[in-house]
């Protein structure tokens, strides 16, 4: 047995071929992944379509979250305005429940300062109710309210509110059923108190 090796060595016209071609394919795999993938820079557009850019942006918002600063990308598509501010009001967590007799009304307000915001969920038990959302600055005559909007049948809501104004902002309801409904309210946000008006 032999113990040379048969093969024989590459020319170096082949050595330069082999490193011309491993040299051409390294820049093709920059351009199309690596680029795209781990800096967000797509050349020829290749990164997009294979979906690689998405990459590079979940990597920049973990990098975010650790407390890094990261340059924001020039192609971004929408851009957010983040809004941080200090209440005056304390955060509260109430829930109250109401019980309207056929043909009566009641209101519900809560104190807010403008801009404070709530998130309410109210729902009432036996059948629908007309309801009117609404707001009035402090002082404002009996007829001077701001509607935020009005429904003749509803049985539950929920959702988000910003007071635009410094007041009492709240909920009427009028019970147009023949018996009596129960109407469980739940608020939690940044208000000075919850209260039904006299």
């Known amino acids: 047995m032999n113990g040379q090796n048969s093969q024989p060595?590459?020319?170096?016209?082949?050595?330069?071929r082999a490193t011309a071609l491993a040299l051409t394919v390294a820049i093709i795999i920059l351009l199309t992944v690596v680029l795209p993938a781990e800096y967000g820079v797509d050349p020829v557009g290749a990164g997009r379509f294979l979906g690689l850019i998405e990459l590079s942006a979940a990597e920049t918002d973990s990098a975010a979250g650790a407390g890094e600063v990261v340059k924001p990308s020039t192609d971004a598509v929408e851009i957010q305005t983040v809004s941080v501010g200090n209440n005056v009001s304390p955060f509260r967590n109430e829930e109250q429940r109401l019980v309207l007799e056929p043909g009566r009304g009641i209101e519900l307000k809560a104190l807010m300062?403008?801009?404070?915001?709530?998130?309410?969920?109210?729902?009432?038990d036996r059948g629908a109710l007309y309801v009117d959302?609404?707001?009035?600055?402090?002082?404002?005559?009996?007829?001077?309210?701001?509607?935020?909007?009005i429904e003749k049948q509803q049985s539950s809501a929920q959702?988000?509110?910003?007071?635009?104004?410094?007041?009492?902002?709240g909920w009427y309801w009028r019970n147009r059923q023949d018996h009596p409904v129960a109407i469980t309210v739940k608020v939690s946000g940044f208000f000075e108190k919850l209260y039904i008006p006299n």
């Open 133 to 149: 959302m609404h707001g009035e600055a402090p002082n404002a005559r009996e007829d001077e309210f701001t509607s935020y909007w």
């Open 159 to 169: 959702g988000t509110f910003t007071a635009p104004f410094e007041g009492s902002h």
């Open 113 to 124: 300062q403008k801009g404070e915001q709530v998130i309410f969920d109210w729902r009432a």
């Open 9 to 16: 060595l590459p020319s170096l016209r082949q050595l330069i």
